[in-house]
C-alpha cells in the first residue's frame, strides 16, 4: 500500500492546484482521478485541427484574477469576449423582438437600458428577502416595483429567466434569491483560441497524476486517510477531495464517517445544474460581423434565445448555443439530429434560407457523466452564499473539501476551484502561502515515480 503526505481526489482545477502547490512546498502528493486524463470540467476536443472548448470557455473577468495571471505566465493566447457573462450590451448584440425582426439600435438601447435598471433595484429587494425566497420571488418583486406596462415587463422577465438559466443552468423558480450575488465580472472576459486545456495541461506539468482510478470511498482517523479505488487502497496522511458536489452526493463515493456539519448542510443545499453546450460550424457566415452574439426575445426564444459568434476564435463560421435548465434537462434523451434540427429552427425564423446545415455539430452531455453528473453547482432555494465556505471547512484536520462550489466568490468557475485548491493546500501546509507560486518558477520537485503514474507535460 502506498502511502503519501497528501492524497488528491480528482485532477480538475482545484486538485491540481491543491496538488501543486503542495509539492512545491515538498509534499509527497498523488493524485488520484477517475478519467483517462487530467482536467475535469476542463476539457477541450481537438479534431481536423479545430479546437473547442466543450467544458470552461471563458474567465469572466480578468481583472485580479488568477486564472488570468496563470494564463498569461503559460503563455496562452487570449480574445477578449465580453459578453459571457449573459451581459446585455457590453459589446454589440443583435438583439431579435418577439416577432423575429432584427430590433433597432434605440429599441436595444431601451431594453438593455430596463435591465439596469431593474439590476440597480434588484440588490436591495434580494438583501431583504426571506430564507427561503427563490430568484423568481425576488425578480418579480423587483419588477413590480418598475410600473412598467405588462410588454416591456415581460421581455425583462425572460431576460432574468434566460439569465438564471445560462448563468446556472438553472429554472428561476429553483434558484435561490441569493444564486446570482457573487456573480461579478470585473474587466473584459476571454476566452482560449488555442483551449483552455493548456491550463490544465500546465498545472499538471511533472505531478503525480494516476488516471484511470476511480475513488470510491475515503475513510478517515485520526491519524490520516485511507482511499479506496478500482486499483488498489492508497493511504495518506492528509486527503483534497475535490470531485463535484453530484458525485459527493451519490451512493458511488462513499466518505466515511459521514461528513459532519457543516459540511453535511451545506452540501445537502447545492445542487448540480443541467447545462449543455451546443457548438454549430457552418459552410458560411450569416450574421453580422462584429456581432459577439444574437439574442431572440418572445417565447419562441424560451430554449434557444442566445447565439456566440466564435468564428474570429477559430477561422470557420461558428455559433455557440446552450441547452440550460429547463431546455437541458428535456432534452437530455434527444438525439444530436433532433437537438440541432430545434436549435436550427429558431436560426431560420431569424436568418431564413441563409442558415445551411452545419458541416460540423458539437453537444455536451455532463449531466450523463458520472464523474461530473452537470456542469457545475448552484445554490437551491433555502440555502445561502455561505453554503460554499461552509462545505470546505477542514474536517477533522485531515479531510479537506475543496472545488468550484466551496468558493464563495464568483463560484461555479475555474477561478473558484483555483481559490478553493489554494485554500486547501494553505489549510494543510498552516500557513499562507501565495498562489502565484503556482506559475512561477515552474519546476516540481518530482518524488517516487512508481508504475501507473502518467508523467502530465504540455
Ligand atoms: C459546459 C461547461 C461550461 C463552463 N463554462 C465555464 C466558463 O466559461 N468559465 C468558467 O470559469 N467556468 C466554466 N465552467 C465551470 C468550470 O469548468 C468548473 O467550475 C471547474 O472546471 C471545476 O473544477 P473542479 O476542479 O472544481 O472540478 P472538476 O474539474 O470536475 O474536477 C474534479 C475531478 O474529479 C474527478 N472525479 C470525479 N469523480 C471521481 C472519482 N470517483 N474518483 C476519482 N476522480 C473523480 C473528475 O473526473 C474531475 O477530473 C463550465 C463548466 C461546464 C461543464
Not at 419562441?300 to 434565445?305: A, M, P, Q, V
Not at 436568418?351 to 452545419?358: I, L, M, N, Y
Not at 433555502?382 to 455561505?386: A, E, L
Given at each position: 500500500m502506498d502511502h503519501f503526505d497528501t492524497i488528491v481526489v480528482g485532477a480538475g482545477v482545484a486538485g491540481l492546484t491543491a496538488a501543486r502547490l503542495l509539492a512545491k512546498a515538498g509534499r509527497r502528493v498523488v493524485v488520484l482521478e477517475a478519467?483517462?486524463?487530467?482536467?475535469g470540467r476542463v476539457y477541450t476536443e481537438r479534431t481536423d485541427g479545430l479546437v473547442t472548448d466543450l467544458g470552461a470557455s471563458w474567465i469572466h473577468g480578468i481583472t485580479d484574477s488568477p486564472v488570468a495571471s496563470a494564463a498569461e505566465a503559460f503563455g496562452m493566447r487570449m480574445v477578449e469576449f465580453t459578453v459571457g457573462g449573459y451581459q446585455p450590451d457590453s459589446r454589440p448584440i443583435a438583439y431579435y423582438g418577439p416577432d423575429g425582426k432584427r430590433l433597432s439600435d434605440s429599441a436595444a438601447r431601451r431594453f438593455a437600458d430596463d435591465i439596469h435598471t431593474l439590476d440597480a433595484t434588484l440588490l436591495d429587494v434580494v438583501a431583504e428577502?426571506?430564507?427561503?425566497?427563490s430568484y423568481r420571488d425576488v425578480t418579480e418583486a423587483a419588477l413590480a416595483a418598475q410600473g412598467w406596462d405588462e410588454e416591456r415587463t415581460q421581455r425583462v422577465r425572460e431576460y432574468l429567466e434566460h439569465r438564471s438559466e445560462e448563468q446556472y443552468g438553472a429554472w428561476i423558480e429553483d434558484l435561490?434569491?441569493?444564486?446570482?450575488?457573487?456573480d461579478s465580472i470585473e474587466g473584459d472576459e476571454v476566452v482560449f483560441p488555442d483551449g483552455y486545456d493548456v491550463l490544465t495541461a500546465q498545472l499538471a506539468a511533472g505531478l503525480e497524476v494516476r488516471v484511470q482510478h476511480v475513488v470510491s470511498r475515503v475513510r478517515r482517523a485520526a491519524d490520516g486517510v485511507t482511499v479506496t479505488t478500482d486499483r488498489g487502497i492508497f493511504t495518506a496522511d492528509t486527503a483534497v477531495v475535490t470531485v463535484p458536489v453530484g458525485v459527493l452526493q451519490s451512493e458511488d463515493f462513499v466518505i466515511e464517517p459521514p461528513l459532519p456539519e457543516p459540511n453535511a448542510g451545506a452540501l445537502s443545499r447545492l445542487r448540480m445544474n443541467a447545462f449543455e453546450k451546443v457548438v454549430l460550424r457552418f459552410p458560411t457566415k450569416f450574421w453580422d460581423d462584429g456581432v459577439y452574439a444574437i439574442r431572440q426575445q418572445g417565447s419562441?426564444?424560451?430554449?434557444?434565445?442566445s447565439w456566440y459568434d466564435l468564428t474570429p476564435l477559430h477561422g470557420t463560421p461558428t455559433l455557440l448555443t446552450f441547452a440550460a435548465g429547463p431546455a437541458a434537462v428535456e432534452t437530455r434523451d434527444w438525439s444530436e439530429e433532433r437537438l440541432v434540427d430545434s436549435v436550427l429552427s429558431q436560426l431560420r425564423r431569424l436568418?431564413?434560407?441563409?442558415?445551411?446545415?452545419?458541416t460540423r455539430v458539437h453537444v455536451t452531455d455532463w449531466q450523463g457523466d458520472p464523474f461530473a453528473r452537470g456542469s457545475y453547482a448552484y445554490m437551491t432555494v433555502?440555502?445561502?452564499?455561505?453554503d460554499h465556505d461552509a462545505l470546505a471547512a477542514p474536517v477533522d484536520g485531515v479531510l479537506h473539501i475543496a472545488g468550484e462550489a466551496t468558493w464563495t466568490d464568483d463560484p461555479a468557475t475555474v477561478a473558484a476551484a483555483m481559490g478553493s485548491g489554494h485554500r486547501a493546500a494553505s489549510s494543510i501546509l498552516g500557513r499562507p502561502i501565495a498562489i502565484d507560486d503556482l506559475w512561477v518558477d515552474g519546476t516540481l520537485p518530482v518524488k517516487g515515480v512508481a508504475h501507473g503514474i502518467r508523467q502530465f507535460s504540455p
Open positions: 478519467r483517462d486524463r487530467a482536467g428577502s426571506a430564507p427561503d425566497a435561490a434569491a441569493h444564486g446570482l450575488d457573487d419562441e426564444g424560451r430554449w434557444w434565445h436568418f431564413g434560407s441563409a442558415v445551411a446545415e452545419p433555502g440555502s445561502t452564499t455561505m
